[in-house]
Protein backbone atom coordinates (compact mmCIF):
# COMPACT_ATOMS: atom_id res chain seq x y z
CA UNK A 1 0.00 0.00 0.00
CA UNK A 2 1.29 3.44 -0.76
CA UNK A 3 2.35 5.64 1.77
CA UNK A 4 0.38 8.19 2.13
CA UNK A 5 -2.36 10.21 4.10
CA UNK A 6 -3.86 13.77 4.75
CA UNK A 7 -3.21 15.60 8.30
CA UNK A 8 -3.47 18.87 10.00
CA UNK A 9 -0.39 20.04 11.97
CA UNK A 10 -1.01 20.48 16.02
CA UNK A 11 2.11 21.87 16.39
CA UNK A 12 5.90 21.38 17.82
CA UNK A 13 7.41 20.15 21.14
CA UNK A 14 10.61 17.75 21.84
CA UNK A 15 11.24 14.14 22.01
CA UNK A 16 13.80 12.47 23.47
CA UNK A 17 15.72 9.94 21.79
CA UNK A 18 16.87 6.78 23.68
CA UNK A 19 20.24 8.13 24.38
CA UNK A 20 18.35 11.55 25.80
CA UNK A 21 19.12 13.70 22.95
CA UNK A 22 16.52 16.89 23.06
CA UNK A 23 14.65 16.59 19.10
CA UNK A 24 12.18 19.10 18.04
CA UNK A 25 9.40 17.67 16.62
CA UNK A 26 5.86 18.45 14.40
CA UNK A 27 2.78 16.73 15.81
CA UNK A 28 0.52 15.79 12.71
CA UNK A 29 -2.85 14.58 13.63
CA UNK A 30 -2.71 12.42 10.13
CA UNK A 31 -5.97 10.65 9.29
CA UNK A 32 -8.51 8.78 9.12
CA UNK A 33 -8.64 9.08 5.00
CA UNK A 34 -11.72 7.44 3.31
CA UNK A 35 -10.90 6.20 -0.11
CA UNK A 36 -13.49 7.48 -2.67
CA UNK A 37 -12.09 6.83 -5.38
CA UNK A 38 -9.90 4.40 -7.35
CA UNK A 39 -8.33 4.79 -10.60
CA UNK A 40 -7.85 2.34 -13.50
CA UNK A 41 -5.70 2.67 -16.84
CA UNK A 42 -8.85 1.24 -18.81
CA UNK A 43 -11.10 3.84 -17.69
CA UNK A 44 -9.08 6.92 -16.66
CA UNK A 45 -5.36 6.66 -18.36
CA UNK A 46 -3.29 5.89 -15.13
CA UNK A 47 -3.86 3.77 -11.59
CA UNK A 48 -4.31 6.32 -8.60
CA UNK A 49 -6.24 6.40 -5.28
CA UNK A 50 -8.38 9.02 -4.11
CA UNK A 51 -8.87 9.37 -0.63
CA UNK A 52 -10.96 12.05 1.09
CA UNK A 53 -10.57 13.80 4.81
CA UNK A 54 -12.84 14.65 7.63
CA UNK A 55 -16.66 14.45 7.25
CA UNK A 56 -18.80 17.44 7.29
CA UNK A 57 -22.52 18.37 6.44
CA UNK A 58 -23.81 18.03 3.62
CA UNK A 59 -25.07 21.73 3.79
CA UNK A 60 -21.64 22.17 3.67
CA UNK A 61 -20.84 20.57 0.64
CA UNK A 62 -22.19 20.31 -3.16
CA UNK A 63 -24.32 18.39 -4.75
CA UNK A 64 -22.19 17.08 -7.24
CA UNK A 65 -19.70 16.24 -4.23
CA UNK A 66 -22.20 14.69 -2.10
CA UNK A 67 -23.16 12.08 -4.78
CA UNK A 68 -19.33 11.38 -5.80
CA UNK A 69 -18.66 10.35 -2.37
CA UNK A 70 -22.20 8.81 -2.26
CA UNK A 71 -20.84 6.69 -4.81
CA UNK A 72 -18.44 5.09 -2.12
CA UNK A 73 -20.90 5.10 0.88
CA UNK A 74 -19.32 7.72 2.50
CA UNK A 75 -20.76 10.98 3.90
CA UNK A 76 -19.43 14.37 2.42
CA UNK A 77 -15.62 14.85 2.41
CA UNK A 78 -13.93 18.10 3.30
CA UNK A 79 -11.20 18.06 1.33
CA UNK A 80 -10.07 15.15 -1.37
CA UNK A 81 -6.78 14.19 -2.85
CA UNK A 82 -5.25 11.29 -5.30
CA UNK A 83 -2.09 9.43 -5.21
CA UNK A 84 -0.62 7.26 -7.92
CA UNK A 85 0.02 3.94 -7.25
CA UNK A 86 1.19 1.02 -9.54
CA UNK A 87 -1.61 -1.00 -11.55
CA UNK A 88 -0.32 -4.14 -9.58
CA UNK A 89 -1.30 -2.47 -5.95
CA UNK A 90 -4.77 -1.88 -7.10
CA UNK A 91 -6.31 -4.74 -5.74
CA UNK A 92 -5.10 -3.99 -2.34
CA UNK A 93 -7.68 -1.07 -2.14
CA UNK A 94 -11.59 -0.98 -1.87
CA UNK A 95 -13.99 1.96 -1.91
CA UNK A 96 -15.06 3.17 1.55
CA UNK A 97 -11.56 1.58 2.98
CA UNK A 98 -10.08 3.50 5.85
CA UNK A 99 -6.16 4.66 5.85
CA UNK A 100 -4.76 5.59 8.66
CA UNK A 101 -1.39 6.86 10.09
CA UNK A 102 0.00 3.14 10.16
CA UNK A 103 0.66 2.82 6.34
CA UNK A 104 3.57 5.31 7.55
CA UNK A 105 4.89 2.44 10.55
CA UNK A 106 7.79 1.40 8.23
CA UNK A 107 8.48 4.80 6.72
CA UNK A 108 11.69 6.72 7.84
CA UNK A 109 11.51 9.47 5.92
CA UNK A 110 8.51 11.45 4.62
CA UNK A 111 8.22 14.87 2.44
CA UNK A 112 5.08 17.18 3.85
CA UNK A 113 3.40 19.63 2.02
CA UNK A 114 1.13 22.64 2.66
CA UNK A 115 0.00 26.48 2.66
CA UNK A 116 2.78 28.31 4.31
CA UNK A 117 1.31 30.87 6.66
CA UNK A 118 0.07 33.81 4.73
CA UNK A 119 1.76 37.30 6.03
CA UNK A 120 0.22 40.05 3.32
CA UNK A 121 2.16 42.97 1.39
CA UNK A 122 5.24 43.14 2.63
CA UNK A 123 8.02 45.61 1.97
CA UNK A 124 11.69 44.65 0.77
CA UNK A 125 13.13 44.69 4.44
CA UNK A 126 10.25 42.47 5.43
CA UNK A 127 10.16 40.01 2.46
CA UNK A 128 13.71 39.65 1.38
CA UNK A 129 15.81 40.51 4.85
CA UNK A 130 17.55 43.56 2.99
CA UNK A 131 19.08 45.87 5.36
CA UNK A 132 17.48 49.13 4.74
CA UNK A 133 18.93 52.88 3.76
CA UNK A 134 21.05 54.74 5.89
CA UNK A 135 19.68 56.02 9.07
CA UNK A 136 22.02 58.75 10.22
CA UNK A 137 21.65 62.13 10.28
CA UNK A 138 20.44 64.45 7.13
CA UNK A 139 18.86 60.78 5.58
CA UNK A 140 15.28 61.47 4.40
CA UNK A 141 12.83 59.48 5.34
CA UNK A 142 13.27 56.39 3.28
CA UNK A 143 15.38 54.34 5.69
CA UNK A 144 13.29 51.00 4.37
CA UNK A 145 13.33 51.92 1.38
CA UNK A 146 14.51 49.19 -1.29
CA UNK A 147 16.30 51.94 -3.24
CA UNK A 148 16.88 52.72 -6.14
CA UNK A 149 15.44 50.17 -9.27
CA UNK A 150 15.38 52.42 -12.33
CA UNK A 151 19.12 51.24 -13.18
CA UNK A 152 18.28 47.91 -13.57
CA UNK A 153 17.19 47.25 -17.00
CA UNK A 154 17.35 44.11 -19.09
CA UNK A 155 19.99 43.06 -20.87
CA UNK A 156 17.84 43.50 -24.19
CA UNK A 157 18.68 46.94 -24.76
CA UNK A 158 14.87 47.66 -24.72
CA UNK A 159 14.72 50.47 -21.92
CA UNK A 160 14.31 50.58 -18.39
CA UNK A 161 12.48 47.68 -17.64
CA UNK A 162 12.64 45.58 -15.08
CA UNK A 163 14.42 42.31 -14.71
CA UNK A 164 12.03 39.37 -14.33
CA UNK A 165 12.36 38.14 -10.96
CA UNK A 166 13.43 41.52 -9.47
CA UNK A 167 12.78 41.27 -5.43
CA UNK A 168 11.07 43.73 -4.56
CA UNK A 169 7.79 44.27 -2.11
CA UNK A 170 4.85 42.47 -2.15
CA UNK A 171 2.25 39.66 -1.31
CA UNK A 172 4.44 37.28 1.04
CA UNK A 173 3.59 34.08 2.03
CA UNK A 174 0.43 31.87 1.42
CA UNK A 175 1.54 29.60 -0.83
CA UNK A 176 2.45 26.09 -1.51
CA UNK A 177 5.82 24.44 0.12
CA UNK A 178 7.26 21.07 0.27
CA UNK A 179 9.59 19.54 3.04
CA UNK A 180 11.63 16.91 1.89
CA UNK A 181 13.29 14.27 3.48
CA UNK A 182 11.79 15.08 7.08
CA UNK A 183 12.64 12.26 9.60
CA UNK A 184 9.91 10.14 11.33
CA UNK A 185 10.62 9.85 14.93
CA UNK A 186 7.56 7.92 16.00
CA UNK A 187 4.09 7.10 14.59
CA UNK A 188 1.19 6.83 17.41
CA UNK A 189 -1.46 4.65 15.87
CA UNK A 190 -3.93 4.39 18.89
CA UNK A 191 -4.14 8.22 18.38
CA UNK A 192 -3.59 8.70 14.90
CA UNK A 193 -0.42 11.39 15.44
CA UNK A 194 2.62 11.23 13.53
CA UNK A 195 6.20 12.89 14.60
CA UNK A 196 8.46 14.21 12.79
CA UNK A 197 11.75 15.96 12.80
CA UNK A 198 11.99 20.03 12.75
CA UNK A 199 9.07 22.46 11.40
CA UNK A 200 6.52 21.78 7.95
CA UNK A 201 4.62 24.53 6.47
CA UNK A 202 1.60 26.04 7.55
CA UNK A 203 -0.28 27.69 10.76
CA UNK A 204 -1.49 25.33 13.35
CA UNK A 205 -4.52 23.39 12.51
CA UNK A 206 -3.51 23.67 8.75
CA UNK A 207 -4.11 21.07 6.07
CA UNK A 208 -1.20 18.80 5.39
CA UNK A 209 -0.30 15.80 2.48
CA UNK A 210 2.22 13.19 3.75
CA UNK A 211 3.94 11.26 1.33
CA UNK A 212 6.87 8.93 1.59
CA UNK A 213 9.99 10.65 0.80
CA UNK A 214 10.47 10.41 -2.89
CA UNK A 215 13.96 11.67 -2.97
CA UNK A 216 16.26 11.72 0.16
CA UNK A 217 19.12 13.82 0.75
CA UNK A 218 22.61 13.04 -0.25
CA UNK A 219 23.57 12.34 3.92
CA UNK A 220 20.13 10.48 4.03
CA UNK A 221 21.06 7.58 1.60
CA UNK A 222 23.58 5.67 3.39
Keep these: MAASILGRKVGMTRAYTE ?91 VDVSGTTKGKGFQGGMRRHGFKGQLASHGVERKHRSPGSIGGHANNAGMGGSIKKGKRMAGRTGGSAQTIRSLDVVAVDADNGLLLVKGPVPGPRNGLLYITEAKRLYKNKTG
Design 19 to 109: EGVNVPVTVIQAGPCKITQIKTPERDGYAAVQVGFEEIKPRRSSMPLIGHDGKAGLAPQRTHREFRVDESELEGYELGQDITVEVLSDVKY
